[in-house]
């Protein structure tokens, strides 16, 4: 078995540890102001959430979600664990049409009532409408929100089944 021989305090150079330990703690604060930075041009937390906001899922899930609620960490199609909800039916509509291979009439549009939601965990994407672009859903101006947790069952209204 390997051992290990621990330093005594004559062999530690404490002064270079402090050092590269500001080192650290500097380049940690500069990243996270990069971050922060990088956020702020995507994400604009002005504009009030809404009361209602909408999600469209698969009538097969639609019972799990009203007793457990709408998880996060079950959803296939964000690219990290979040809900992602819209206040325009359209889009959360057409959101769904185009990840969900479903027939219309097995979409389920849900309506979710804000004062559930945990203001910190909420995002929101305000993008600007694109007219030149052809596909519906890039030239609208889009209010969409992406929710970091489960959102409870009792947040949660099932307004229609979708018929198309």
Do not use: C, W
């Not at 899922?57 to 998880?71: A, F, W």
């Not at 519906?136 to 947040?155: G, K, M, S």
């Amino acid at each position: 078995m390997n051992e290990y021989k621990v330093p005594s305090g004559r062999d530690i150079d404490k002064e270079r540890m402090l050092n590269q330990i500001d080192d650290l703690i500097e380049s940690m604060h500069k990243r996270l102001k990069e971050l922060d930075e990088q956020e702020a041009k995507y994400e604009n937390r002005r504009k009030p959430l809404p009361e209602k906001l909408y999600h469209v899922t698969t009538r097969e899930n639609t019972q799990k979600i009203m007793s457990e609620g709408l998880d996060p960490s079950k959803l296939y199609f964000e690219e990290r664990e979040v809900v992602g909800l819209s206040d325009d039916i359209e889009f959360a509509l057409g959101v769904a049409r185009l990840t969900q291979d479903e027939k219309p009439e097995n979409l389920v549009l849900l309506e979710i009532d804000t004062h559930y939601l945990t203001p910190s965990r909420v995002h929101n994407y305000l993008r600007e409408p694109e007219p030149e672009n052809s596909d519906p859903l890039e030239a609208a101006a889009i209010h969409e929100v992406h929710y970091e947790l489960t959102i409870p069952n009792e947040a949660i209204k099932i307004i229609e089944h979708h018929q198309q």
